[in-house]
């Protein structure tokens, strides 16, 4: 299984951007997907997931309200929209797959893609 993210760039505090990881075949049907990220000097961190069956999303508590995960069966990808962004949600982000959620809520995925890096900076 191969993960490509993309969509990161630079955008000012308050702005929006959506990130989208592409898996290399059915993964995103059939898998728990999610979105960590790592901001310098800091540990990898989970982000968001949503599961392979009924689409339940998690998210940790700092961007509930913000981020919006979602996916694509059709498209083999899973989304991340990003809103009313701040500083501190620069990282660079990396998408993530597992067999069930709660590998990915624990930090334990399967397979990861590569990083995307989001800066919000004025």
């Known amino acids: 299984v191969q993960l490509q993210a993309s969509g990161g760039g630079l955008v000012q505090p308050g702005g929006s951007l959506r990130l989208s990881c592409a898996a290399s075949?059915?993964?995103?049907?059939?898998?728990?997907m999610g979105w960590f990220r790592q901001a310098p000097g800091n540990e990898r961190e989970f982000v968001a997931a949503?599961?392979?069956?009924?689409?339940?999303?998690v998210y940790v508590d700092s961007v509930k309200g913000r981020f919006t995960i979602a996916r694509d069966n059709t498209k083999n990808t899973v989304y991340l929209q990003m809103s009313s962004l701040r500083s501190e949600d620069t990282a660079v982000y990396y998408c993530?797959?597992?067999?069930?959620?709660?590998?990915?809520?624990?930090?334990?995925?399967?397979?990861w893609g590569q990083g995307t890096l989001v800066t919000v900076s004025s």
């Open positions: 075949r059915r993964t995103v049907s059939s898998s728990a």
């Open positions: 993530a797959a597992s067999i069930a959620i709660g590998l990915l809520t624990a930090s334990r995925p399967s397979y």
């Open positions: 949503i599961s392979w069956n009924d689409g339940s999303p």
